[in-house]
């Protein structure tokens, strides 16, 4: 069915401002190339503030459900983070030269790309690294602190100007950081420490970032664009030169930690992550003799002016055309605590829950902190988690209707949701592996 | 139309919008262009005292207030050339395009006007100033310094101002981005939507990324004469020159776009991409990256080698980059290197970095339209490790049906489009 046919769909300029959407879900796709293939997800890496690696996330999304976060209130005043976890940096990235070149930003990715080539067993074989597609969404990399700290110090006193600035600048900063702070090398960086030579692109665009680079992955492997993707992304929250830009934005949780789906719209605590999935068509994986761990059958990126309930229509159209049949569904949600919009988001989730369609989700930057570009990764992986182990886990905010158990072995299916602070909504279904 | 697969079928181009410090408009700067002018000049915008590198190829009115900012030049200069090339290609309507909306852009961050904005209206000591005080300071009143920051900013704000559909992209593969963002709109085309517009955008030249360029010694030092500085494939070639520009194509699947009578200026063919991943800031040796890259879009193409007559090189004038591109270029066509011509229009506009891919496309298109090679100029000492014919100082006319250009991105991620006059293959 032609996406542009579907009634529901509305163009930009009416009231409400939804897309029509050409990028909606589809499980069939009309067009030049006809090709559909069966997208299955066939390895996966995250390390975060609950750890290292896929064991190390379920027991730490265990600890949060119990009361245990994960928050650090004390070393970036007056925003709370949530640091990484137990990240063994020489075990990730042994070379020091390759460690030096990077900051934790892209020390996070390097990790979870490393965790996801092993699970997929592509690790160290260099012809299927050789047709391994990249696909990073992530920021700029780490400032120097100390340098500017200094040169502010200095700006604001007597002999502040141009020519002190440049002075100070061409004497302090250290040349190869720069090389740390671009975001494309963030996919060099997996390239050059994982043997990856086949093609790269980095994704920019806070959270929409993160679902585009799935999203075109997906879209490519389902036309026959290419057969095999390694698509991840990373935040690192324990950094000061982030958050002055959201801080601006009036984003930032800077009071008392409250309940997710409950916090004002400065609610936002960033999370440090490294999350990267193998994706790849069935019929690859079957000829190399790769496992799935689930299968991507929808993913689709929304959008529409903010405008109240517009978000929530733009999610409802993309869920109209999952058209999934009633029973247990589980949502991993991306809800990034902002009030307004983790609010919209929270309603139009529950909203879901009709006709048999019983919704339990789960707003995971409770446990882990919202992570921008690599958010939507980030829980895709969580998702797959769950599909695993065909449970989900405890909720994590615990009077929260919304976030209802599910019966362990009932979960066969898990939709992620992806809203971003200021723009885009996100949906991915995943579904258990035969 | 064409016998190869529908995976690589053509599309055609029917806009294209450009400015560079060459000037403004697609035939402006193509004029410019192939009267071997340059846009390089001494910096003007800020004091360049103590620096080693004191010329780039700013774009200046714009209409934007002073001191401007990376992510308002960009977005002025995006606009710009999105509006002229939807403008050309007719397609749509005014805030309706009926396509997704691919961006190649700089990182955005708060550049120093911003932090000291926020540093000097922070309350405490003010004898010393921390990131703790700036936080301070964006707590109160500075709603104006978030959005406009954001990353994605440039690419939100093109798709609600022209209606493009679905999530813009916002793509980043250093000198290669521009190509990157083609290439998405390629794809998203060949996959089945009708039209994709693909802009790459660069407004970055402000005094903290000449100095981090000209740290890594990546920078041009030649200041006295700076229209001069810019030296691809030259003996005394010794860096690059920054400078900002942008452009935009209209991208149309060529069946649509020929039946629905466009003016098609030309046509991509195929597109190659190959991750270098020996060095942070070197190629292989081997030259294997850029042989792939190049090989894979000729491929994509449905062609071979000896059927590129022009290569619009990437040519930044870096020592480094100019040698491997050559061998790169003898490795792969062989003898065929001997007939063909390269040429770099970083010798004129200078290396205009997230954007370059898509502005040189530009001209690479032009150049097929009108049978026209535009020049390397600067090129007084010829190189002769080189061994190729890079249309040295003057523009030459030249019918050709097949052109490749190459965009080689500081971090080993390289990128080639293959152009046509006609749909070929």
Not at chain 1, 87 to 105: E, V
């Amino acid at each position: 069915m032609d996406a542009r046919a579907k009634p529901w769909a509305k163009p930009w300029h009416d009231e409400g401002g939804c897309f029509s959407d050409f990028d909606s879900v589809s499980r069939q796709r009309q067009g030049v190339l006809s090709v559909t293939n069966e997208v299955w997800i066939t390895g996966g890496g995250m390390v975060s503030a609950l750890g290292d690696g896929e064991e190390a996330q379920w027991q730490g999304l265990a600890r949060a459900a119990a009361g245990e976060l994960a928050i650090d209130s004390r070393s970036f005043p007056p925003f709370h983070i949530f640091p990484i976890r137990d990240f063994d940096l020489d075990r990730h990235i042994p070379r020091k030269g390759d460690q030096r070149a990077m900051g934790p930003l892209m020390h996070y990715g390097v990790a979870a790309a490393g965790l996801a080539l092993a699970e997929a067993g592509i690790a160290g074989d260099a012809a299927l690294l050789g047709r391994t597609h990249l696909i990073a969404a992530v920021g700029p990399g780490e400032r120097d602190e100390a340098v500017d700290e200094q040169i502010m110090t200095l700006m604001m006193g007597e002999s502040a100007g141009a020519a002190l600035l440049n002075e100070q600048l061409s004497n302090n900063l250290r040349p190869t950081l720069f090389l740390a702070q671009l975001p494309n090398l963030f996919a060099a960086n997996v390239a050059i420490v994982h043997g990856l030579v086949g093609a790269s692109r980095t994704f920019m665009g806070e959270e929409s970032a993160g679902i585009d680079a799935a999203r075109v992955a997906f879209e490519r492997l389902a036309a026959g664009q290419g057969e095999l993707f390694l698509v991840g992304g990373a935040l690192n929250a324990s950094r000061r030169d982030m958050p002055s830009i959201y801080h601006c934005g009036g984003l930032l949780l800077t009071g008392p930690v409250g309940a997710l789906w409950d916090r004002p719209k400065a609610g936002i605590c960033f999370g440090s992550v490294g999350a990267f999935l193998v994706m790849e068509t069935r019929a690859h994986a079957e000829r190399r003799g790769a496992r799935p761990l689930a299968r991507l059958t929808a993913l689709s990126a929304g959008r529409c002016r903010r405008l109240p309930g517009a978000a929530a229509a733009s999610a409802d159209r993309q869920w109209r055309a999952l058209q999934l049949a009633p029973g247990p569904l589980a949502v991993i949600s991306g809800a990034c605590g902002s009030g307004p919009i983790t609010r919209e988001e929270h309603d139009f989730l529950a909203g879901l829950a009709t006709d048999g369609m019983t919704v339990a989700a789960r707003g995971t930057a409770a446990a882990i902190g919202h992570s921008m570009e690599a958010s939507f990764l980030a829980n895709l992986f969580l998702a797959i988690s769950c599909l695993r182990r065909r449970c989900l886990f405890a909720p994590l905010a615990a009077s929260e209707a919304l976030e209802r158990r599910l019966d362990d072995g009932t979960v066969d299916r898990v939709l992620v949701t992806g809203w971003g602070h200021q723009r885009g909504e996100g949906l991915a279904c995943l579904e258990a592996a035969a | 139309m064409t016998g190869r697969q529908s995976r690589s079928r053509a599309v055609a181009v029917t806009g294209i919008g450009i400015v560079t410090s060459l000037g403004a408009g697609r035939e402006e700067n193509w004029r410019q262009l192939a009267a071997g002018r340059s846009g390089i000049r001494r910096i003007a915008r800020f004091d360049t005292a103590g620096l080693r590198t004191t010329i780039g190829g700013c774009v200046d009115g714009l209409g934007l207030e002073s001191p401007s900012a990376a992510p308002f030049i960009s977005l002025a200069m995006a606009r710009a050339v999105a509006a002229e090339a939807i403008g050309q290609a007719g397609i749509g309507e005014p805030g309706r395009f009926p396509g997704g909306l691919f961006v190649a852009a700089p990182p955005l961050e708060h550049e120093w006007p911003q932090r000291m904005r926020l540093a000097e209206r922070a309350p405490g000591d003010r004898s010393r100033r921390t990131y703790a005080d700036l936080f301070t300071a964006a707590g109160q009143d500075s709603g104006d310094l978030h959005y406009d920051f954001c990353n994605g900013m440039i690419a939100d704000r093109l798709a609600d101002e022209l209606g493009t559909e679905g999530s813009p992209i916002t793509a980043n593969t250093a000198c290669a981005s521009g190509a990157t963002a083609i290439q998405l709109g390629v794809e998203s085309i060949r996959r089945g939507a009708t039209a994709a517009l693909a802009v790459g955008t660069d407004g970055s030249l402000q005094v903290e990324a000449l100095i981090r360029f000209s740290l890594l010694a990546a920078l041009s030092t030649a200041n006295a004469v700076p229209e001069q500085a810019a030296k691809p494939f030259a003996k005394n070639r010794d860096g690059f020159v920054m400078a900002e520009g942008a452009a935009a194509l209209v991208l149309e699947d060529a069946e649509s776009a020929t039946a629905r009578g466009a003016e098609i200026i030309g046509y991509v063919l195929g597109c190659g991409e190959a991750a270098d991943n020996f060095h942070r800031t070197r190629s292989n040796p081997s030259g294997d990256s850029i042989v792939q890259s190049m090989e894979r879009a000729i491929a994509d193409a449905g062609l071979a080698p000896a059927d590129i007559a022009y290569i619009n090189a990437h040519g930044t004038g870096t020592p480094e980059n100019d040698k491997m591109e050559a061998l790169g270029v003898h490795r792969l066509f062989g003898q065929h290197a001997e007939r063909l011509a390269i040429s770099a229009n970083k010798s004129m506009i200078g290396h205009t970095l997230t954007a370059a891919g898509a502005v040189e496309a530009s001209f690479t298109l032009l150049a097929l339209r009108d049978g026209l090679l535009p020049p390397t100029i600067n090129h007084v000492l010829a190189d002769p490790a080189i061994g190729l014919d890079v249309v040295p100082n003057q523009a030459r006319r030249a019918a050709a049906e097949f052109a490749l250009s190459n965009s080689f991105g500081f971090g080993g991620q390289n990128a080639s489009l293959v152009f046509g006059a006609t749909p070929g293959g």
